[in-house]
């Protein structure tokens, strides 16, 4: 059994560049675990392929069947939170034992001080580039 506990809390947001701290417990790793490897992760849920990447990771090496770690990563600038229709950019702290693959995650959100990058439907007639034809503004459906 693997858990999380980030010290900010049950909804953890961050600011690019702040320390995410917490720790991990774990207690019943199977026999022939080599390590244990706590990452900081992004990844992309929604419509078409999907992308992850770890930017950090803290690795215990044959770790006892029973303990805990502290871990602290800083929040990169990029890419941010971010949760539209089509596809969203989910953060969190992980941690994976090897060989076997159990794992564990922890959510969390990095966004710029303005807060959560949000995109929202925008009428037609509000679309600056539907005035504008190579360079012309557009009179009506003319160029």
Do not use: Y
């Not at 392929?49 to 803290?58: L, T």
């Amino acid at each position: 059994m693997i858990s999380i506990k980030l010290d900010r809390g049950v909804e953890p947001a961050f600011l690019p560049g702040e320390k995410i701290t917490g720790n991990v417990q774990w207690s019943e790793l199977p026999e022939g675990s080599k390590t244990l490897e706590v990452r900081l992760v992004w990844h992309t849920v929604g419509r078409g392929d999907q992308d992850a990447q770890f930017v950090d990771a803290k690795e215990i090496v044959d770790p006892a069947t029973e303990g805990q770690t502290e871990f602290e990563f800083t929040a990169p600038h990029r890419p941010n939170s971010f949760e539209g229709k089509l596809i969203a950019i989910l953060w969190a702290v992980e941690v994976i034992v090897f060989p076997q693959r159990d794992a564990e995650q922890a959510m969390l959100r990095i966004n710029p001080p303005n807060g959560e990058i949000s995109l929202t439907p925008v009428p037609d007639e509000d679309i600056f580039w539907n005035q504008w034809s190579f360079g012309k503004k557009r009179n009506g459906n003319k160029v």
